[in-house]
């Protein structure tokens, strides 16, 4: 086997069920397997797959489990040479699968690599090209200084080395994981895709970004307008600072751990605004 696609579905099934199709396209002529690991939708996500795409390996969860421990169930599954773990709200292109399996044959250095993301309006997604968020890269972000941490430096048409993949569109090679671990669990969403690139880079392992197109229809496949995404959006930054910085001096840490509380209590005061007014 060589390519196993992993889609990690909750209460989008309009969105899973056009993603499928464009990975069915993109991967002809490549041995593929697919996974969609259903996180207990309440929509007929499950009904429908298993009519429609009886070849699908159902995954069928009876609770939410989150992005990684659902994840980590479809690769243990899996047998493919490298596994590409896709967002249910994404529409791969016709010939980027193919692209990325070659250039992965091609660069056995390599460990992940990510593609070109489209928002739906047309314009590049900065985050398909990220650094790792050290204590002064997230420190520069959070002021609002984005072009380390977007890599946006480098050109969009040529391939380049990064630092983390986006979960979005994230192709494995099995031996890196089977070498670095899988998705860490104590991210339950947001995060752990940017642990995962992390660890690859401290095992010798590269990513790279690849000139290759998918649309992401960022934000359809998790609801972002509530107090969870919130919670579990920071936390998940909290527990990456925690995981790989804690070793470093306290005056060093503390102002980045002070704005990641500071920019959740904004989010959620907004939220808090947003509900009031309509109410």
Not at 8 to 25: F, G, H, M, P, Q
Not at 55 to 61: A, E, I, K, S
Not at 152 to 165: A, R
Not at 197 to 216: A, C, E, F, T, V
């Amino acid at each position: 086997m060589k390519l196993s696609v992993v889609i990690v579905s909750y209460n989008v099934r309009e969105l899973l069920t056009a993603c499928i199709d464009s990975v069915v396209k993109a991967a002809e002529g490549i041995d593929t397997e697919v996974f969609v690991v259903d996180n207990n939708s309440a929509d007929d996500t499950v009904e429908v797959i298993a009519r429609d795409y009886p070849w699908v390996h159902l995954v069928n969860n009876k609770e939410n489990l989150g992005f990684s421990k659902a994840n980590n169930i479809a690769i243990r599954q899996s047998e493919g040479e490298y596994v590409l773990l896709l967002n249910p709200d994404t529409v791969v292109a016709e010939g980027t699968l193919s692209g990325a399996v070659e250039f992965m044959d091609q660069h056995p250095e390599v460990g992940g690599a990510g593609v070109r993301m489209h928002n739906t309006d047309g314009t590049l997604a900065p985050e398909s090209r990220r650094a790792v968020p050290t204590p002064l890269v997230a420190a520069r972000k959070m002021l609002g200084f984005t072009k380390r941490y977007y890599m946006s430096y480098l050109p969009w048409d040529k391939p380049g080395k990064i630092e983390v993949i986006s979960g979005a569109f994230m192709m494995l090679r099995r031996k890196a994981i089977d070498e670095v671990g899988l998705l860490d669990e104590d991210f339950f969403m947001y995060g752990e895709d940017i642990d995962l690139s992390y660890r690859l880079l401290k095992g010798g392992w590269q990513n790279w970004y690849l000139p290759l197109d998918i649309i992401h229809y960022k934000g359809q496949s998790t609801q972002k307008s509530d107090f969870r995404y919130v919670h579990v959006f920071y936390q998940a930054m909290l527990i990456f600072f925690r995981k790989h910085y804690s070793h470093l001096s306290f005056f060093f840490t503390m102002p980045v751990k002070v704005a990641i509380y500071f920019r959740a209590s904004l989010a959620l005061a907004d939220l808090i605004r947003k509900k009031l007014h309509l109410g």
